[in-house]
């Protein structure tokens, strides 16, 4: 059977009938899909192909007897910056963690934003907390500062004790607080390795262009927590966690290694980023009316400096230094979700007029439209897709055998790229045994059935409540919107 | 021109590919499970090696033979035996004996031939490692590739071969420091450290290229002179201080001040009091901290008003040194009037209360 493309007359291709299945308006939405799909996966495998190389070149240095670890005694002192909201559960164990950290010089402030549980009360206690002086610095207008505490018991802490004004109010107290230029900011749910910052801080030591570096995150749900350091790991026996696995070790591995590497990373996770305070300070501060902080930070950085013309780098570090739990059920997984979404459609919409612009270089023509294309519209794709098979299948003119085919092929690559991913660990780091390596490609197949098609969903609900500007968490004012000016960097006075 | 296609061999077409790739995915989860077991073989193989190789690096006297170094085992050896040499260099009194026991045992199993061959490898992890297991040895065989590579445009390996030029012949400390302020790329904290473990061979040249140099080298090496002899790096500071008006170079020069000056330095630390640029005050805080005595404390009373807390900071911290635990302190406390002066006088003798219970850095 064979029809003919009015508008491609070069070329036939047959169809189910010789009528409407031939009609230019579905040819043209069947040829549009799959152009998306070949254009996302060309950016997929060019982002593969440039973590494969960096990562060479990273083993080969870390690798050597090379005098990386001699510059350590000059390195930069850091302040650890960790905001906790009500994580009474879990905030001796994020302490103890803290106080692993070595390095030659740091400090750590933890900033308990307004918790109503008996977070502050548990700080005193294990911590000899006793009042101290005011922030000192005041760089930025935050919600009101209750008190800031020094310990008694260990002398490189503080916290800070203000009203609830979310993370990125938080990290704003923190930095006002903090007294070194290098600022790490955490989590106040995840746990990390003794050398984070050792770790993180190679890429500022190696290129002084250096402003900010992240690193991988390991799943924390299933390890058995022994004073503040995950001791045994096991892989999760619930699916919607070893799913989440599977995103972690692809955005991880796949995504951001590359993207670091080609100086196009659009998130530092807010679980573990090294940021130059200067810079950070300089951009603005963290945001505090958006829903997350991390994308919108990033971002903004690279559009400082783009704009200004500062020669920069952000970089990402492979290895696993920080620990963070998932959601373990639907419903806190689609609050996640949604809120993500949400966040990376305010971040595009307040940095719009950075993509395709002058002087934007990589990041504006490459890694922004990129995440337009694999983020934003990746719902708005699937949906089509979904439709587009719905609606043909209502006039009788879909071809079920070519349907299946094509999924097939979508199903096929997905899991190539799982496949890269566990190359890269293997060549790394090997951060799961040989059986949990099956284990979780086993999962790849079914996270194909069902799971991606949830977090489109999420995701698309996201978006669209980034359009609906529906209020966050009840306790912010002013939430972007997409007819809000877009960010427009000032240079430094 | 009409090109027919068959939709039934262009959906058979489509299995074939997805297909394909399924089983191109499998197969490199194979390909992992057979990395991981090669890697779990090498790794049994590297802790057996390390463990017979630690013990005969520390074995006094050397043993009458050594055991072949297989090819595979090379890049092993050199990293183990690098990682030796460190140790010894900071070790005790016998740290030259073990050095010199230590370069034996590469001779005498030809590893140090092997590092030769390496100098020009591809792999950076064989070639970086050969030119500091060079460096080491000492001997002048390495110098024309090293002095090639001293200068070629990867940052990472001329900066580790000019480190080992100057082990190997410290006549080329000369050299070295005309690179340090060439190379803009090279790594500024790795030099600082190369300078303070190379400080004895380096120290004259630097002191030397110091006093006419163009301000952008001036504060490039001044950092370096506190890893040298006060009797002949504190005169050129002093120098320094009374006639450069680069504020980086000041601040520079008052780090040294802090950190090997004499309590004499303190007056001329003080003269920087009412320096516009904050840290340049910073620094004067930093030397009377250090260096400073009781006729400091006018001037650190001034600085603890200063508008920047780092300023503020370390003046206290240079007051609560100086006065002590006691009555002087608490009555400077007592007739202090501005109320940060105050709050930042109470943290620094808290904090070193606290650090005296539980030594830790801040």
């Not at chain 1, 807010?270 to 505090?288: H, P, Q």
């Not at chain 1, 958006?290 to 500062?310: F, P």
């Not at chain 2, 890049?75 to 035996?81: D, G, H, M, R, V």
């Not at chain 2, 930093?286 to 503020?312: E, K, M, P």
Request: proline residues 5%.
């Amino acid at each position: 059977m064979i029809a003919h493309f009015s508008w491609l007359s070069t070329i036939t291709i047959s169809g189910i009938s010789g009528g409407l299945s031939t009609h230019p308006v579905i040819v043209s939405l069947e040829l549009a899909l799959l152009a998306y799909f070949l254009v996302v996966n060309v950016i997929d495998f060019v982002l593969i192909g440039s973590s494969m190389r960096n990562l060479g070149q990273f083993l080969r240095l870390t690798g050597t007897d090379a005098p990386e670890s001699i510059a350590l005694p000059y390195a930069m002192p850091i302040s650890v910056l960790v905001p906790v909201h009500n994580e009474g559960a879990s905030i001796g164990d994020v302490v103890r963690s803290l106080l692993r950290i070595r390095y030659p010089k740091h400090e750590i402030i933890v900033i308990n934003d307004g918790s109503t549980d008996d977070t502050l009360d548990l700080l005193k206690r294990q911590l000899g907390l006793i009042p101290a002086g005011d922030a000192q610095f005041h760089s930025f207008r935050t919600q009101t500062i209750r008190g800031v505490y020094r310990s008694t018991l260990h002398p490189q802490i503080r916290v800070i004790d203000k009203e609830n004004g979310g993370k990125g109010d938080a990290l704003n107290a923190g930095i006002d607080e903090a007294r070194y230029p290098m600022i790490f900011a955490g989590d106040g749910d995840s746990l990390y390795a003794a050398d984070v910052l050792e770790k993180m801080i190679q890429p500022f030591l190696e290129n002084s262009r250096t402003v900010g570096c992240g690193a991988s995150l390991r799943v924390l749900n299933e390890a058995t927590i022994v004073d503040g350091v995950p001791v045994r790991d096991a892989l999760s026996h619930n699916y919607i966690v070893r799913f989440q696995i599977l995103e972690y070790l692809r955005a991880g591995l796949n995504s951001r290694f590359g993207w670091g590497a080609l100086n196009g990373m659009t998130c530092v996770s807010g679980a573990c980023a090294l940021w130059r305070k200067s810079v950070v300070v300089a951009a603005g501060g963290y945001a505090t009316n958006t829903i997350w902080e991390d994308m919108e930070i990033t971002v903004r950085v690279h559009h400082y400096m783009r704009t200004l013309g500062l020669p920069y780098r952000i970089a990402f570090v492979p290895e696993s230094v920080c620990w963070t739990r998932v959601p373990e059920t639907l419903g806190e997984l689609a609050r996640q979700r949604m809120s993500w979404q949400r966040h990376i459609t305010e971040t595009l919409s307040m940095h719009r007029n950075l993509v395709f612009a002058r002087g934007s270089g990589l990041f504006g023509w490459f890694a922004l439209p990129a995440i337009i294309l694999t983020e934003l519209l990746a719902p708005v794709w699937l949906f089509g897709g979904l439709l587009f098979i719905v609606a043909t299948a209502l006039l009788g003119i879909l071809s079920v055998q070519s349907q299946v085919a094509l999924l097939a092929v979508v199903f096929s690559f997905t899991l190539l790229k799982v496949a890269f991913s566990f190359i890269l660990d293997e060549v790394s780091y090997r951060t799961h045994s040989l059986a949990e390596v099956w284990m979780l490609f086993w999962a790849a197949l079914w996270e194909q059935i069902g799971y991606r098609q949830f977090i489109s969903v999420l995701s698309l609900i996201g978006t669209v409540q980034f359009f609906i500007a529906s209020s966050i968490r009840g306790q912010r004012q002013g939430v972007p919107k997409w007819s809000d000016a877009p960010y427009d960097p000032k240079p430094p006075a | 021109m009409d090109l027919t296609i068959d939709i039934n061999e262009l959906i058979l077409a489509t299995y074939v590919l997805a297909a394909g790739v399924t089983a191109l995915s499998v197969l490199m989860i194979v390909l992992v499970m057979m990395m991981r077991s090669a890697t779990a073989r090498r790794e049994r193989a590297l802790r057996r090696f390390e463990t017979r190789w630690s013990r005969l690096f520390q074995e006094r006297p050397q043993p009458p033979s050594l055991p072949r170094v297989r090819p595979s085992e090379e890049e092993w050896f050199l990293i183990a035996w690098n990682a030796a040499q460190e140790r010894a260099a900071q070790g005790g009194s016998d740290a030259g004996a073990d050095r010199e026991r230590l370069n034996d045992i590469a001779r005498n199993t030809g590893m140090d031939e092997v590092a030769l061959r390496w100098l020009a490898h591809r792999n950076m992890t064989r070639a970086l490692s050969a030119i500091i297991m060079l460096g080491y040895i000492g001997d002048g065989r390495p110098v024309p590739p090293l002095e090639k590579l001293a200068v070629s445009p990867d940052p990472i390996l001329s900066f580790a071969a000019a480190r080992a030029l100057v082990q190997i012949h410290p006549v080329w400390a000369q050299q070295f420091v005309e690179l340090m302020t060439e190379r803009r790329d090279w790594s500024r904290f790795k030099l600082l450290a190369s300078v303070e473990e190379m400080s004895d061979v380096l120290e004259r040249p630097i002191l030397e290229k110091l006093p006419d140099a163009p301000t952008e080298t001036q504060r490039e090496l001044t950092q370096y002179l506190r890893f040298f002899d006060p009797t002949r790096s504190l005169p050129v500071v002093r120098d320094l201080l009374k006639t450069t008006p680069d504020d980086m170079t000041i601040t520079s020069a008052l780090r040294v001040l802090e950190e090997i000056g004499e309590r004499s330095d303190a007056h001329l630390a003080s003269t920087f009091a009412e320096n516009p640029d904050w840290r340049i005050r910073v620094q004067v805080a930093n030397v009377l901290r250090a260096r400073g005595g009781q006729d400091d404390l006018a001037v650190l009373q001034t600085l603890i008003h200063d508008a920047q807390w780092w300023v503020r900071y370390r003046a206290a911290q240079a007051i609560a040194n100086i006065a002590g635990k006691g009555e002087q302190l608490d009555d400077i406390i007592r007739r202090e009037k501005d109320r940060y002066a105050v709050d930042i006088l109470q943290e620094v003798i808290a904090e070193q209360a606290t650090q005296q219970k539980e030594p830790q850095t801040t």
